[in-house]
Structures are given as C-alpha cells and as structure tokens.
C-alpha cells in the first residue's frame, strides 16, 4: 500500500471514522520492517496497541468500572435536564403566543363595539337621555349663575361704597 493511502487511513483513524477492516490493514503495514521515518510515531502506537495484554492493577480496574458506571448514571440525569429545560421553554412560548392571541381577540372586539354598537336601542330612550343631561347641565349652570350673580351684586354694593367715600 501506498504512503499516501496510509495517511488518508491514519487521518480516518485519528478522526475516529475508520472500520475494524480498515484498522487491520494500518496494524498490518505497521508491523511491517520497512516504514518510512515521517511514520515512525504512528507505527509506535499501532505496535503498543497491537501488543498483548497488558496488566492493569485491581484497584485501578475497579475505579475504571466506577467511573464508567457512574458516566452512565449522570447520562439520564442530563437528559432529564435538558429534556425539562426543553419543556420549560416550550411551555414559556406557547404561554406567550397564548396571551399574544388574547390581547388580539380582546382589542378587536373592543374596536367593534365602540364601532358598530349603539348606547340606548330606541332613538326615544336616546332623545330622553339627551334631554335629561341637558336638564341636569342647566340645573348646574343656573347653580353658577346664581352663585355669580350673588357674587356680582355684593361687589356692586362695595363699588358704591367706595365710590361713596371716594367722593
């Protein structure tokens, strides 16, 4: 095989995209004698990977064991995390369209109403509030005007009486 194959199949191996056969065929080129230097690194690391077995204390071992254990503990639990996450923002936005389309619905039936509806069903029930306002704007008014003219009839007297002893 080519040096350039390999490094294509060595970059493939590096990004983690090669297969079982493929990583046969790197381990078989690098057990060979004859490598090229530039490679040298890389047939380093296919032979400690190709070597027996290799002994792992037991304290060790069984740390690994409960670490791998407890990665697979904390998976779900993230999971529930972002899944709730999730919820919570859906939630959040189906909320606000809710309250979006309410605002809407209720302007548009304010907008009607004022629009198209009357106050008073017979144009005599109108006549009749008209006229009672207007009774009641005239009952106020001559309230004023009497306050004024009371008012104006007092500063008549003190104009004579200043005008009396101006004189």
């Known amino acids: 095989m080519e040096s350039n194959d390999i490094r294509k199949l060595l970059e493939k191996f590096y990004q983690g995209d090669t297969s079982l056969e493929e990583e046969k065929v790197l381990t078989a080129f690098f057990l060979q004698d004859d490598i090229p230097d530039e490679l040298l690194s890389d047939k380093r690391l296919f032979c400690a990977l190709n070597s027996e077995s290799v002994e792992v204390p037991e304290e060790s071992a069984r740390t690994i064991e409960m670490l791998i254990d407890s990665f697979g503990e904390a998976e779900p639990s993230i999971r ?20 979006l389309f309410g605002i809407n619905e209720f302007q548009k039936q304010q907008r ?56």
């Open 80 to 99: 529930k995390i972002r899944f709730f996450h999730a919820r919570y923002w859906m939630a959040g936005v189906a909320a606000s369209l809710a309250l």
């Open 112 to 167: 009607e109403t004022a629009l198209f509806s009357d106050t008073y069903n017979s144009p005599d029930e109108a006549y009749r509030a008209t006229v009672a306002a207007l009774q009641l704007f005239s009952e106020n008014f001559s309230m004023g005007t009497e306050s004024v003219e009371k008012a104006n009839m007092h500063l008549e007297k003190a104009q004579e009486i200043i005008n009396h002893s101006l004189k």
